[in-house]
């Protein structure tokens, strides 16, 4: 007998065999691919379970939900979000909330990008000294700087076209102020991180030409830090529009009172219509989205960056 003169056929895992006209992979591989996919799928469904139940809640009729219970189907209704609105007054409050998100997100995104280009782009002895100062605000938990703030925005006196108290209290831009103070840091943090990233050829070239330091950061670093700014401006914005505490703190006129405090106002004596609070739950967080979506493409280049290299 010979020796049969052809080789073996060996499958090479994640190499495309010739002769079989697929790729193979090891069956461990697979196995660990479909564990990873359901163990996602049960989180994502963990995650979006209390959402979508409180909205399937805000379209159903609160006497047909305390008689057959929540757990059943039926009584859906469009006047939760009629009652919610006029209730919570959310035509007042949403332009409350938009007066201090708005020049919040503006002045702590231009603040912190000023800050983020001196310590990127020039060496100094206190460069990582001034970083850190900026990000220890993020450090401190809102309530340990409470008493100080209110005492602080009670002392400082400011004319009456800025506040009717006379003070930093009950105040737009009491609110707008420690909005940004408690916020700059983070957005310093991350932007100083982008622009130590691009080439210094750009800034080498650009001084050749006869460009400044004021010429170089509005037109060569702003532009080039788009992706990390629209990031940041929807973070800004998530979390500005949500803050709570420091709007309890500092203002005192229910006039003044952002869009989150009027779910205090769909709270009834004796008893709370749950599906009426889903409701006005759902009408707060439609500008959050709204802004998200818009931005969405920015904001994942912005999370991306730096994953990749080329």
């Not at 700014?229 to 005192?252: D, R, S």
Request: proline share 5%.
């Amino acid at each position: 007998m010979t020796a049969s003169s052809e080789a073996p056929q060996v499958a090479v895992p994640g190499i495309k065999n010739p002769l079989i006209g697929k790729r193979t992979q090891p069956a461990g591989t697979k196995k660990g691919n479909r564990v990873i996919q359901v163990f996602l799928a049960v989180v994502a469904l963990v995650w979006i379970f209390p959402v979508g139940y409180a909205l399937l809640n805000s379209f159903r009729d609160y006497d047909y939900t305390s008689k057959h219970g929540y757990l059943s189907l039926g009584g859906f209704t469009l006047a939760n979000y009629k009652d919610a609105w006029e209730q919570a007054n959310f035509s007042h409050t949403m332009l409350n909330s938009a007066y201090i998100t708005i020049p919040a997100v503006l002045l702590t995104l231009f603040l912190s990008s000023c800050v983020a280009f001196v310590v990127a782009r020039f060496g100094f002895k206190f460069n990582l000294t001034l970083l850190g100062l900026f990000t220890a605000a993020n450090l401190l938990p809102p309530q340990a700087l409470l008493i100080p703030v209110y005492r602080m925005f009670r002392a400082i006196e400011v004319p009456f076209w800025i506040s009717d108290s006379g003070t930093l209290l009950n105040s737009y831009w009491g609110l707008i102020l420690v909005n940004v103070a408690f916020q700059t840091g983070f957005c310093t943090f991350v932007l100083s991180n982008y622009m130590k990233a691009l080439p210094r050829e750009i800034y080498e070239s650009a001084v050749v030409d006869g460009a400044g330091v004021l010429r170089q950061f509005f037109q060569l670093t702003l532009p080039l830090c788009r992706p990390p700014l629209a990031a940041l401006a929807t973070l800004e914005v998530t979390w500005i529009y949500n803050e709570f505490f420091w709007a309890t703190v500092l203002l005192q006129s229910g006039d003044k009172f952002p869009v989150t405090s009027s779910i205090n106002n769909l709270r009834g004596q004796f008893f709370t219509d749950n599906n009426l609070v889903a409701a006005g739950s759902v009408v707060i967080a439609l500008p959050t989205l709204l802004v998200f979506f818009l931005l969405q493409k920015q904001f994942v280049a912005g999370l991306t960056l730096g994953a990749t290299k080329g």
